[in-house]
């Protein structure tokens, strides 16, 4: 691992979280309720521009490691995680792990709320 690949995943980091603030923000202004439509949108949309990316990459534009770190790990993995899981989810699919990838999509979603669930519960028990 180089520094310099280390910086460029760093600098798409920083843009694809202010990417997704910025998203988030605008959707939330205009679309209000209990429905957190900034996030399903910016899950949607980071999913279908992480597809397009790895399809172009593949057929037309072969990018150096730093720009693809860029591209894919900091830019895209700042602006949502789920699409590089969405990724994951269909390249285990396309290998014909079917089964694999059911319970990897089980597993992830259940394990990473009551991961989520669990971490609320114990800073508020030692916290509180």
Do not use: K
């Not at 949309?45 to 490691?65: D, H, R, T």
């Not at 285990?92 to 089964?99: E, M, P």
């Not at 992830?108 to 989520?116: A, K, Y």
């Amino acid at each position: 691992m180089s520094l310099q690949m280390v910086l460029y995943v760093g600098i798409g980091g920083a843009v694809g979280a202010i990417a997704r603030f910025l998203t988030m923000s605008a959707i939330g202004h205009y679309f209000h309720g209990s429905m957190p439509w900034g996030t399903f949108v910016v899950n949607i949309v980071g999913s279908f521009a992480l597809g397009a990316l790895l399809e172009i990459m593949a057929l037309q534009w072969s990018p150096s490691p730093e720009m693809r770190g860029l591209l894919v790990i900091g830019v895209l993995g700042a602006f949502t995680t789920f699409s590089t899981f969405s990724m994951d989810v269909y390249y285990l699919f396309d290998r014909g792990a079917i089964l694999h990838g059911a319970l990897y999509v089980s597993a992830s979603v259940l394990l990473c709320v009551v991961g989520f669930w669990a971490g609320i519960s114990l800073l508020r028990g030692v916290l509180a």
